[in-house]
C-alpha cells in the first residue's frame, strides 16, 4: 500500500533551535517527493521538491534529505523562528501519476 | 514561483443553500486543478480532478452531484457545493499543476466553508 508517514505528529521548540522532521514512504514506483509547509488557515507552501537522484536540497534555513534505498526523507529547520509555526506535510508521487500521497503532517511550535 | 488564488477566502452560508468557489492560476495556464478538503488537523484530501475542457474525474466517496466542478478556461475552475449541510463546512483548496518537470502543483491559499 502506498502510504507516508510522518513523525513526530507534533514538536515544540524554543525559537532560535534547529529541529529535524521524519518522513519515510512505502510508494512505488517513486516519483518524487516533496515538503509543503502549512500555515493555519492556508494552502500549502512547497519547501522543496526532490527526485529520485538528489540526496538534498536546501531552501534558506530548510534543508530536506533523501534516502531512496531506505525511503526516508528528513526536513531540518536552522535557527528557527516564530514565522516556522505551522505544519509540515511530506508528500510523495508516484512515477507516472499526477496525484500526490500526503503524509499526516507534522505540528511545529516555536515559542520565544 | 506560479500563483493559485481562490475566491472567496470564507464564506458563511445558510443550510440549503449553495456556495460557488473559484479557483484561478495567476501567471500559467493550467490544463489540470485539483479540488482537496481538509478537516482540522487532518491532512488535505483529494475530492476531484479537474481538466479543462472535460468533465471532472471524481474520488470515491465524492458526490458528483453535490459537488459540480466547471474548468471552463486554463486558468480557472469552480468548485460549486450545492445545498450544503453542516458536514460540508471545511476548508477547500484547489492547487494547478505546471505541465512537464516534476508535475509540480501549486496550492491556492484555500476557502473556508461554514454552514449555519
Known amino acids: 500500500k502506498n502510504q507516508v508517514e510522518q513523525s513526530p505528529q507534533s514538536l515544540i521548540i524554543l525559537e532560535g533551535k534547529n529541529c529535524t522532521l521524519q518522513c519515510n514512504y512505502t510508494v512505488s514506483p517513486f516519483s518524487n517527493l516533496r515538503w509543503y509547509k502549512q500555515d493555519t488557515g492556508r494552502g500549502p507552501v512547497s519547501l522543496t521538491i526532490m527526485t529520485f537522484s538528489e540526496n538534498t536540497k536546501s531552501n534558506g534555513r530548510y534543508t530536506a534529505t533523501l534516502d531512496a534505498d531506505t525511503k526516508q526523507s528528513s526536513l531540518h529547520i536552522t535557527a528557527s523562528q516564530l514565522s516556522d509555526s505551522a505544519s509540515y506535510i511530506c508528500v510523495v508521487t508516484r512515477d507516472s501519476s499526477y496525484k500526490l500521497i500526503f503524509g499526516s503532517g507534522t505540528r511545529l511550535l516555536v515559542r520565544p | 514561483g506560479a500563483v493559485v488564488s481562490q475566491h472567496p477566502s470564507w464564506v458563511i452560508c445558510k443550510s440549503g443553500t449553495s456556495v460557488k468557489i473559484e479557483c484561478r492560476s495567476l501567471?500559467?495556464?493550467?490544463?489540470?486543478m485539483f479540488w482537496y478538503r481538509q478537516f482540522p488537523k487532518q491532512s488535505l484530501m483529494l475530492m476531484a480532478t479537474?481538466?479543462?475542457?472535460?468533465?471532472?474525474?471524481?474520488e470515491q466517496g465524492v458526490e458528483k452531484d453535490k459537488f459540480l466542478i466547471n474548468h471552463a478556461s486554463l486558468t480557472l475552475s469552480t468548485l460549486t457545493v450545492t445545498s450544503a449541510h453542516p458536514e460540508d463546512s471545511s476548508f477547500y483548496i484547489c492547487s494547478a499543476r505546471v505541465r512537464g518537470g516534476v508535475n509540480e502543483q501549486f496550492f491556492g491559499p484555500g476557502t473556508r466553508l461554514t454552514e449555519l
Open positions: 479537474s481538466n479543462e475542457g472535460s468533465k471532472a474525474t471524481y
Open positions: 501567471d500559467f495556464q493550467a490544463t489540470t
